[in-house]
């Protein structure tokens, strides 16, 4: 979900019909979350500020017009939210569509094929077919017609832990909110607009070896698709269990995988 709320008063309102009381400050998506339910989402995650740039988490609430995303709206009190709507789901699908059309199909020899949010929250919302007609990604060397892409950028392969792809970005930004928040190096940037907007290591042209990357693995574990992928992961698999572990040095937390 979102950050928890440090607050000590507490809130109630009412979301798909149950009472809710949770503490002030607290988003709808969290207090969704503490009432069993579950609302789907890509960008939020519990240990960075909510961004809420995916839309996916799109709820109705009573009395407000539009679609808040439940991520960066508090509760209030007597708040009437729908999480479960058809208006919703419908939008959800079709965010998600959008997403998915952009996004390389190779689901199926991907390192996070099976750890993969995107993958994860492409059926939770339902969706089984992409309306749109496949466009070369323009992350892909050659457009459609063969023509070089002038917009490609190649994998970048220079870290020696992890691998950064920019084909598989769904500029969530969870990445650069982690490096922030959690490390508090900024190596990370969002740059370009629209369709062609980014994760950036510094500078045009910098890799991740030569910024001010600290390979932390903060972004790493952020990243919800195979964007920044560990290289163990991708030579030897996901393991079965993974254990967190954080000691005194730094609050990211080290990866323990076991087979
Ligand atoms: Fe709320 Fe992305 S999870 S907008």
């Known amino acids: 979900g979102t950050p928890a709320s440090k607050s000590t008063e507490m809130v109630t309102l009412t979301i798909d019909g149950f009472d809710v009381t949770v503490p002030e400050g607290t988003s709808v998506m969290r207090a969704s979350a503490e009432a069993g ?3 789907p989402k890509l ?3 519990d240990s960075v500020e909510a961004f809420g740039s995916c839309r996916l988490c799109v709820v109705e609430i009573e009395g407000r017009r539009g679609t808040p995303a439940s991520c960066t709206t508090p509760v209030t009190p007597g708040m009437v939210v729908k999480t479960q709507s058809s208006k919703v789901k419908k939008i959800r699908k079709g965010v998600m569509e959008l997403y ?8 199926l020899t991907c390192a996070a094929n ?11 919302v339902g969706l089984r077919d992409v309306r749109y007609e496949a466009v070369a990604n323009h992350f892909e060397a050659r457009d459609n017609s ?19 792809d920019p084909a598989k970005c769904i500029v969530c930004s969870r990445c650069v909110r982690a490096c922030e928040e959690v490390q508090g190096t900024f190596a990370l940037t969002i740059e370009g607009m629209g369709f062609n907007s980014r994760v ?21 574990q952020a990243c919800p698709t195979a964007t920044l992928q560990e290289k163990s992961v991708i030579e030897m698999g996901t393991p079965e269990r993974s254990v967190i572990t954080t000691c005194a040095y730094c609050g990211v937390g080290c990866s323990f995988k076991a087979e």
């Open 200 to 220: 950036s290591a510094g500078a045009a042209g910098d890799d991740f070896l030569s910024s001010d990357c600290v390979s932390c693995g903060a972004c790493v």
């Open 37 to 39: 339910i579950q609302v």
């Open 100 to 107: 998915i059309s952009d996004h390389p199909l190779d689901c």
């Open 43 to 45: 960008c939020a995650t």
């Open 146 to 164: 063969g023509d070089v892409n002038t917009q490609f950028i190649p994998k970048d392969d220079s870290n020696p832990y992890f691998t950064y």
């Open 114 to 124: 099976g750890d993969c949010e995107l993958q994860d929250m492409a059926g939770m």
